[in-house]
């Protein structure tokens, strides 16, 4: 189809550019995408931004994306064809957003008690990006739909994405590809196992006794290969780790590394051995810790064909 007798339709349908029309649909839409950011903004596993000051900057970019997608429609009608170029530039500059958080949480890493690895660092960029660009498509679809409908139509469509991001944002977690059960901390001379699956080597009898009595181990069983493939990866293993650490609380400090808790691989069968020193010793609670951490992208494969 011509565009120029697409845009002579719209003239046609919807009468002259109004001014007063441009901007209830631009302000709907800024609003619908800024309401979509900020609904992507409820504090999740990752823990980040967790601070005021983080949000701010979340909410300021979401703003921006947000009056990107909200001008395209309006600008598309008025022929103003340079303005929808803007949505390159804003792309181009989310992907540097990508970077400097990547680089931010890589810093943070390096100071962490139990560190989040790179898997999980370049996860957490990629969900801030694709995040904007969610805010980007859903002030496009609201403006849009206020644009040849009415405002209360594009409030519907806020509605509407909004429950649709909600079913998008959910992802696997551990709990969805194993089964989970609480492992018995033992020793074999100097040697840390969690039943049968050897943790490390402990040679100091003192820390062996804070093993012993304040220890606790979960076995992790997968259901199916890609699951086995999945929790084969050590970006992982390392958020199980760290995710543990968050929600029930390490006793591990600088000083104390041989508290590290750590998660290690019987080969054969593909289980998983996790071993932590909690703060919180409820093993319930353990066990819903470890059900709760995301599975990576980085980690996720299909080692058969339609697997």
Not at 73 to 102: H, N, S
Not at 124 to 131: N, Q
């Amino acid at each position: 189809m011509d565009p120029s007798r697409f845009f002579e339709y719209l003239a046609f349908r919807f009468g002259d550019f109004d001014p007063s029309r441009y901007t209830v649909t631009v302000v709907v839409g800024v609003f619908g995408g800024l309401v979509a950011r900020a609904f992507m903004m409820r504090i999740d596993y990752r823990q980040f931004p967790g601070y005021p000051h983080g949000r701010v900057i979340q909410l300021a970019l979401g703003l921006v994306a947000a009056f990107l997608g909200a001008l395209a429609i309006p600008a598309l009608v008025a022929r103003e064809f340079t303005a929808v170029t803007f949505l390159a530039l804003a792309a181009q500059q989310f992907r540097e957003v990508r970077g400097v958080e990547r680089e931010t949480l890589a810093r943070l890493d390096e100071i962490e008690l139990v560190a989040r690895g790179p898997h999980y660092v370049e996860g957490i960029a990629r969900v801030i990006e694709a995040r904007n660009y969610l805010t980007i498509g859903t002030a496009l679809l609201v403006s849009g739909v206020t644009w040849f409908t009415h405002w209360i139509g594009g409030v519907a469509a806020l509605g509407a994405a909004i429950v649709a991001m909600d079913k998008l944002m959910e992802g696997r977690t551990i709990g969805d590809i194993a089964r989970l059960r609480i492992g018995c901390i033992r020793f074999q001379g100097p040697h840390l196992y969690v039943d049968d699956i050897h943790i490390m080597n402990l040679g100091l009898p003192e820390n062996q006794e804070v093993w012993k009595g304040k220890g606790r181990g979960v076995i992790i069983e997968p259901l199916d290969a890609q699951a086995r493939s999945v929790l084969a990866s050590t970006g992982q293993r390392q958020a199980i780790a760290h995710d543990v650490s968050v929600l029930v609380g390490t006793r591990k400090d600088f000083s104390a590394a041989e508290l590290t808790p750590l998660a290690r691989r019987d080969p054969d069968s593909g289980r998983i051995g996790f071993a932590i020193v909690p703060e919180n010793g409820d093993e319930k609670l353990l066990l819903k810790a470890v059900s709760r951490v995301p599975v990576l992208e980085a980690a996720q494969s299909s080692p058969f064909p339609g697997g």
